[in-house]
């Protein structure tokens, strides 16, 4: 099972970055996915998180309004769009898949794949 993050890169304020997800050796339909980020020095923290028929979605307030998170099934994969980016976006990125529902959503022990990460990096 692996799950491939990409589509990070070098960008400035204002502008927008689109990551993927895609998922191998599993179908993720019936299952949470979530994005969390770790910047340098910090912990992993939560992003984003869309239920698995993509009904509802989840936000951390520092992005609300400026990430979507969506996802297609058919395809196994998820996205995070990510508008307006600011320097304090900087940080890895990572897609994750919450199988086993144990925990918050919102929390790192509450996945169980985890993708290996994609840098974005935001220059002021």
């Known amino acids: 099972v692996q799950l491939q993050a990409s589509g990070g890169g070098l960008v400035q304020t204002g502008d927008s970055l689109r990551l993927s997800c895609a998922a191998s050796?599993?179908?993720?339909?019936?299952?949470?996915m979530g994005w969390f980020r770790q910047a340098p020095g910090k912990e992993r923290e939560f992003v984003a998180a869309?239920?698995?028929?993509?009904?509802?979605?989840y936000y951390t307030d520092s992005v609300e309004g400026r990430f979507t998170i969506s996802r297609d099934n058919a395809k196994n994969t998820a996205c995070l769009q990510m508008n307006s980016l600011k320097p304090e976006d900087t940080a890895v990125y990572y897609c994750?898949?919450?199988?086993?529902?144990?925990?918050?959503?919102?929390?790192?022990?509450?996945?169980?794949?985890w993708g290996q990460g994609t840098l974005v990096t935001v220059s002021s």
């Open positions: 050796g599993r179908t993720f339909s019936s299952d949470m």
């Open positions: 994750a898949a919450r199988v086993s529902y144990s925990g918050s959503y919102s929390s790192v022990s509450g996945y169980d794949y």
């Open positions: 869309i239920s698995w028929s993509g009904s509802t979605r």
